[in-house]
């Protein structure tokens, strides 16, 4: 059994029938909506301002969602480059009545600084990095 990431949610939401296929399981695309969302919200506060999803890597499906079950999307920085900003995210659900998690997804999320003009933008590095990898 896995283990809930050590540190809180960027988004809590519940699933709901309009995000559902006709047997009752939650859409992919809605779930990786809420995973871009979220790991959207880590690249912009890092970089202070506008950020774009410029990849996603290595997403797996573990286990179903179902209506009315609770999403949490975990995130976290975990490289960063001139411009570039990798976050690693895990969506976990959990039936309404009962405190058991499981996790359903993961993946990493490669998101683009840009500037007013969308252009790339240097981003500061991460805590406790000397300065920015080459992108």
């Not at 506008?50 to 997403?59: F, P």
């Not at 690693?88 to 999320?109: L, M, P």
């Not at 406790?128 to 990898?133: I, K, R, T, Y």
Request: proline letters at 6%; zero cysteines.
């Amino acid at each position: 059994m896995s283990t809930l990431p050590d540190l809180d949610p960027v988004i809590r939401v519940t699933a709901m029938p309009g995000d559902a296929n006709p047997y009752g399981d939650i859409f992919g695309g809605w779930l990786m909506g809420q995973m871009d969302l979220a790991a959207g919200s880590v690249a912009s506060r890092h970089s202070g301002g506008r950020a774009v999803t410029i990849a996603v890597e290595g997403m797996k499906f573990h286990a179903p969602v179902l209506v009315g079950d609770e999403v949490s999307v975990y995130a976290q920085l975990v490289r960063v480059g001139t411009t570039s900003m990798t976050i690693e995210v895990e969506a976990w659900r959990r039936a309404r009545h009962v405190e058991d998690a499981t996790k359903v997804t993961q993946a990493r999320f490669v998101f683009v600084a840009t500037d007013k003009d969308r252009k790339p933008r240097t981003v500061p590095p991460m805590a406790g990095q000397a300065e920015a990898l080459q992108d």
